[in-house]
């Protein structure tokens, strides 16, 4: 296991930015969830629950790449201090090639 990335996690609707620490490994998925818990900020959730049919998902702002779920932060190629955004995308749509 390696070190963590320091990032920046900037919220769909606000842009506003949230400093985070990444673990390489960490899929995508697993970040979002954690965005979603009770105890992601001293505030409280950063993210609501995602609506039925409407997912979160993160997208690396330095290449433009949407990360599938199950993409890691090394796979991805994120490095420290990186903004990842978290967009909502619309009901059926997939924003990566599966």
């Not at 899929?27 to 969830?33: E, G, I, N, R, S």
Request: net charge negative; glycine share 8%; charged share 15%.
């Amino acid at each position: 296991m390696t070190g963590k990335l320091d990032v920046m996690i900037t919220h769909p609707r606000t842009s506003h930015p949230l400093p985070a620490k990444v673990a390489p490994e960490c899929p995508a998925k697993t970040v979002l969830q954690g965005l979603q818990m009770p105890n992601a900020t001293e505030h409280g959730a950063f993210l609501d629950p995602e609506p039925e049919g409407r997912p979160y998902v993160l997208t690396l702002a330095r290449t433009g790449q949407v990360l599938a779920p199950d993409t890691t932060m090394a796979q991805a190629g994120v490095r420290p201090h990186d903004t990842l955004s978290v967009e909502q995308i619309a009901a059926g749509a997939v924003p990566w090639h599966a």
